[in-house]
């Protein structure tokens, strides 16, 4: 059993920022994309970044363009989720999730597409 650990999450107010991280085992994490999701109650979980399995191509989600940065650094081990200027609506359970896919495409907006998942962290945005 491959075990993603995410870190980082927190309650903050709007306008703050936050950095989750997400530790791989290094044979897993080496090869794959990793990706972000989140799920907030009652509401699916939704695609948030994804960057490639060598950290050069990254996809966001519309909410997230602009505002998130995600990156990949292979030397650690671990992928990272930069957030700012949160919103409420940003509030959720952050998933980190790996993917043997090889290219950065649409597909990684898709959780099927992934076959490592972390058991999550929890973000809450309010005033």
């Known amino acids: 059993q491959v075990e993603l650990l995410e870190s980082g999450g927190g309650l903050l107010q709007p306008g703050g920022s936050l950095r989750l991280s997400c530790a791989a085992p290094?044979?897993?994490?080496?090869?794959?994309?990793m990706g972000w999701f989140r799920q907030a109650p009652g509401k699916e979980r939704e695609f948030v970044a994804a960057?490639?399995?060598?950290?050069?191509?990254?996809i966001y989600s519309n909410s997230a363009q602009d505002r998130f940065i995600i990156s990949k650094d292979n030397a650690k081990n671990t992928a990272y989720l930069q957030m700012n200027n949160l919103k409420s609506e940003d509030s959720g359970t952050y998933y980190c999730a790996a993917s043997p896919r090889q290219y950065v495409d649409y597909a990684l907006k898709y959780t099927g597409t992934y076959n490592y998942w972390g058991q999550g962290t929890q973000v809450t945005v309010s005033s």
């Open positions: 960057v490639g399995w060598n950290g050069d191509g990254t």
């Open positions: 290094g044979r897993i994490f080496a090869t794959h994309a």
